[in-house]
C-alpha cells in the first residue's frame, strides 16, 4: 500500500470515526465489514472499507482495520490503518 497522503489523511479520519465505539458495543457485531464509495479531499473518487475482526481468537482483542483506495483497479497503491481495541477497554 502506498503513501499518499490524501488517501492517508481519509484512512486516519475514518479509523478515528470507526473506533469510537466501545469493545463491548464492538463484539455484538464482531466480525463485520463494509465499504462505500466517496469523494476525497481533493475531489478525487475513493472507496472505504472497514472492518472489524478478532485479533487472535474471537471474544478476545478486536482489530479495525480501515482501507481507503482509489477503486479495485488501484488496491494495491491504497493505504491501510488500523487500531486494536482491547477487550480490557485499553487501546493499542
Not at 32 to 58: C, H, L, M, Q
Request: glycine share 10%; proline share 5%; hydrophobic share 35%.
Amino acid at each position: 500500500m502506498s503513501g499518499d497522503p490524501e488517501l492517508q489523511a481519509m484512512a486516519d479520519e475514518e479509523l478515528k470515526a470507526a473506533t469510537t465505539l466501545s469493545w463491548a458495543e464492538l463484539s455484538r457485531l464482531t466480525p463485520w465489514g463494509d465499504s462505500f464509495d466517496g469523494i476525497g479531499p481533493a475531489g478525487g473518487n475513493v472507496t472505504v472499507e472497514r472492518n472489524y475482526i478478532w485479533k487472535d481468537e474471537p471474544d478476545g482483542d478486536i482489530l479495525c482495520e480501515v482501507i481507503v483506495h482509489r477503486g479495485p483497479s488501484r488496491y494495491e497503491h491504497g493505504v491501510r490503518a488500523s487500531r486494536v481495541i482491547s477487550k480490557k477497554g485499553k487501546r493499542a
